[in-house]
């Protein structure tokens, strides 16, 4: 494709007539991209008042379910989700979504659950099965990525003060197995004459510490609300753990009963509207039973909607409880997160503990604090 032409592509059907005149002339394959492109980067003219032709000498108007298949056969796998996450995003086309045919034809992944998840409380029938069925497979897929690292993490760590009689290599304690053989030395011979072996025990007993989720399910944390739910599935198949998990905006969610189940747990989630971080404190503060042994994450960008003052006093009570408190701006692959500094840095002055992290991060985190 020459330059032109591109330039032609970008700029769309209003610049054809200067540009054929410098020497653009699309081909049948390039007609077809253009035609891809103006159905939806078209939005654009309309979006600043351009008034659109009553009619018109182009190709038979697109569909949505055709302009998809278009899309996907005519541009590459990375472009092909951009422009799905335009559609999505920039232009609303809600459609993509609640549309069976359309949502069939949709790439399973985390762009288009974010989506889902915002537009749930729309989803009936058939649309509601199919994505239920789209939530699970991207779950699942972000779940393979993450859970035996984090099991690795949070299972028993070798306890180099007892000894176990069950035989793993990887546990062998050559010091204490020459100490333990000392008396049994062949001093003819000049050899340890090694009657016992020792190993080191893994320390899995129990562990009686609860951990409660507080998730922000406003619009700006949807990546978070997607891996806290993963996360409290991984950490709920642990029996060291009893995991309580509350999703807020404005209102509060028990999603408790669901924890285990991050599929299910998604599926109650709607994303967007305002957010009252101060409320979701207060009542998480109610589901602690055991403060020495409790652990608060609160997942948020920290913009609180309502009272700041009622928040860092929640907070504050909490952490003279001594409530164990972290506060995740980002809970996500990324953490790299957008939030209100200065909310932080009053919750951190309360006893909050801020940071930004990947499940793993967490993971890690929870293996000191629990140590």
């Known amino acids: 494709m020459n330059k ?6 970008v700029l769309g059907k209003y610049a054809d007539q200067r540009l054929r005149g410098a020497g653009s002339n699309l081909s049948d394959a390039n007609s077809r991209l253009d035609l891809a492109l103006e159905f939806l ?9 351009l008034r659109t032709e009553s009619g018109s000498l182009d190709p038979s108007q697109l569909t949505l379910v055709s302009w998809l298949g ?16 335009h559609a999505l995003e920039r232009y609303g086309l809600v459609e993509l979504v609640t549309d069976p045919q359309t949502l069939e034809r949709l790439e399973p992944n985390q762009q288009l659950l974010r989506t889902l998840l915002t537009v749930r409380g729309h989803l009936k029938g058939e649309v509601l099965f199919m994505a239920r069925r789209i939530i699970k497979q991207v779950v699942d897929e972000i779940r393979h990525k993450l859970e035996s690292e984090v099991k690795q993490a949070l299972a028993g760590r070798l306890n180099r003060f007892r000894h176990s009689p069950m035989a793993i290599a990887q546990n062998f304690d050559a010091a204490g197995t020459i100490r333990k053989n000392l008396q049994h030395f062949d001093a003819e011979r000049k050899k340890l004459v090694i009657e016992q072996l020792r190993f080191f025990e893994r320390n899995t007993r129990r562990l009686p510490w609860d951990i409660i989720l507080c998730v922000d399910q406003s619009g700006s944390m949807a990546d978070s609300v997607i891996h806290s739910a993963v996360m409290a599935g991984i950490l709920a198949g642990l029996p060291v753990f009893r995991v309580k998990l509350v999703i807020f905006d404005t209102s509060i969610v028990d999603l408790s009963e ?7 747990t998604l599926m109650q989630v709607q994303l967007g509207g305002g957010t009252d971080i101060g ?16 652990v608060m994450v609160l997942v948020s960008d920290f913009c609180e909607g309502a009272a700041p003052a009622e928040l860092v006093r929640a907070v504050k009570k909490l952490a003279e409880a001594r409530v164990t408190l972290l506060g995740l701006a980002a809970l ?6 957008a939030y209100d500094r200065q909310m932080a840095e009053k919750l951190a002055a309360c006893g909050m503990e801020i940071a930004a992290l990947t499940p793993q991060g967490l993971a890690h985190w929870l293996v000191k604090v629990i140590s």
């Not at 980067?41 to 008042?49: A, F, K, Q, V, W």
């Open 279 to 294: 409320k979701a404190v207060r009542y998480c503060s109610q589901l602690v039973e055991n403060p020495h042994r409790t």
């Open 4 to 9: 032109l032409d591109r330039w032609r592509l």
């Open 70 to 85: 278009e899309v996907r056969e005519l541009f590459p796998k990375n472009t092909v989700e951009v422009i799905e996450k």
């Open 41 to 49: 980067y078209g939005r654009e003219y309309r979006g600043r008042g």
């Open 332 to 337: 996500d692959g990324q953490a790299e997160p």
């Open 258 to 264: 669901y924890a285990s189940d991050p599929v299910e």
